[in-house]
């Protein structure tokens, strides 16, 4: 093939005998392909690659995956060339999750020292220490029979199911612990005790149940967000009350002694218990002889609370800091992408001058319609300890950095964590929708003109 003519007459195919050439079914043209995306970190030219994790795979499983085949890949760059991750979703669940993991031990380690502090019995605070790990690993064998994985959602209901699996245990020991000092052998203290409270117990997680249950249950988004949290706390709250009526007494026959003497550092405390238990006395003597006072002060509590939650606000998920945030610029349409490449240089001029920030990386016609005129920057700063200003903080002196660009459209937004339908991580939002463009375009409008007699 010597000329541009000669490309069209080369045989793709054979149709019924007759040859299929270049020419009828393809434009041939001797030319550039049409600049359509454009990469820069840091203000230097760049080629990105975005690596999805396919639906319903573990995202940081997927991120340690792809890191591995990085690392071989480096090794093999050309010199001058460099091999950057700029944006990695996965650290800060990963940071997340190990945060509920922390929680979850230092809360359980609480809850056996506080049995250790008020009992004063090692092996009281031992049958504690039992109960928490047997239902943690209970919980966990639901979560795989349930296709549950451990992310943030499975991690706080673990955490905050602490608190409420020891309950069940600590008044089984308590009891057991009260009998034995009344002078009963362990063995039936231990069956006295859970005959007294065993319904109870049951009862008691019932109800826990019968709250967290219908939240799993609930639709909608928020529904898909809480299904797997609803049901490990349902579940791990069943667990303990299983165990504790059954493994706690088991143990508490078996392993529960009263010390004759408590040692020296228990023994400093027994002032303070004296002194509550006296104090708690006169509260409830003092309780009983005014009721109405005590329904009173009840009922206000309660009308007083009402009042005050027009006042709270609400939102999806509360602000984070994730040591990044994204800034979307939109210029005009008919605008080339060398155009909006010199614009997007001002703008990441201004950016990097901000304080904390560490590195911006944009992106031009990435989205999947190649938009030449709607770009991405990605700003990352500093970890948390490192800078003297929150995330929101510079996200808002970025909004009054770039408040001098009118001619263009800018949003400085947190990096979404839900993405698709139509919306983008900005925390206010209309979406307006129908079948007619002509009325779609005219309520827009009218919604648009409202907005602007709104304050902020």
Excluded at 301 to 316: D, H, K, Q
């Amino acid at each position: 093939v010597q000329e541009v003519q000669d490309f069209e007459e080369l045989i793709i195919a054979q149709r019924d005998g007759a040859p299929v050439r270049l020419r009828d079914v393809a434009w041939v043209e001797d030319g550039l392909e049409d600049f359509r995306s454009l990469a820069r970190l840091n203000g230097q030219r760049a080629v990105s690659l975005l690596v999805r994790r396919q639906s319903g795979e573990n995202m940081l499983a997927t991120a340690e995956e792809v890191k591995a085949r990085l690392g071989e890949l480096r090794g093999r760059l050309p010199d001058g060339y460099r091999l950057i991750v700029a944006q990695d979703l996965s650290t800060f669940i990963d940071e997340s999750i190990s945060e509920a993991r922390g929680e979850l031990l230092r809360g359980g380690t609480l809850a056996v020292l506080v049995i250790l502090l008020f009992l004063r019995s090692l092996r009281g605070s031992l049958v504690a220490a039992v109960t928490i790990p047997a239902t943690i690993v209970s919980t966990f064998t639901f979560m795989m029979l349930m296709d549950f994985t451990v992310n943030m959602m499975t991690m706080l209901a673990l955490t905050i199911s602490v608190g409420m699996i020891i309950d069940d245990t600590i008044v089984v020991l308590e009891n057991s612990y009260r009998h034995m000092e009344e002078g009963k052998p362990r063995m039936e203290a231990a069956r006295v005790a859970i005959a007294e409270i065993g319904f109870a117990v049951v009862a008691t997680s019932l109800a826990i149940g019968a709250v967290f249950i219908p939240v799993a249950f609930m639709t909608g988004l928020v529904g898909r967000f809480f299904f797997e949290f609803g049901l490990t706390v349902a579940f791990a709250v069943a667990v303990s009350t299983f165990i504790a009526v059954t493994l706690s007494p088991m143990l508490c026959s078996r392993i529960l002694t009263i010390p004759k003497q408590h040692g020296r550092l228990f023994l400093l405390t027994e002032r303070l218990f004296c002194g509550l238990e006296t104090a708690y006395r006169a509260t409830l003597r003092w309780s009983l002889h005014h009721r109405v006072v005590i329904m009173l002060l009840a009922v206000g509590a309660f009308v007083g609370g009402m009042a005050i939650t027009p006042f709270l606000g609400s939102e999806f998920v509360p602000a984070q800091d994730e040591d990044q945030f994204n800034i979307q610029v939109e210029t005009p349409i008919g605008t080339s992408i060398e155009a909006t490449g010199e614009v997007l240089a001002e703008i990441e001029r201004r950016v990097r001058g901000l304080p904390g920030v560490r590195e911006t990386f944009t992106t031009v016609g990435a989205g999947l319609e190649g938009r030449v005129n709607v770009a991405t920057i990605l700003t990352r700063l500093a970890p948390k300890t490192d800078r003297s200003l929150s995330q929101p903080q510079i996200m808002q002196l970025a909004r009054r950095r770039l408040a001098g660009l009118t001619h263009l459209k800018i949003s400085v937004e947190e990096v979404p964590r839900v993405s698709g339908g139509g919306f983008r991580a900005a925390p206010v939002q209309y979406n307006v929708r129908g079948p007619d463009l002509d009325q779609l375009v005219e309520l827009s409008e009218e919604v648009a003109t409202g907005m602007k007699d709104v304050p902020g």
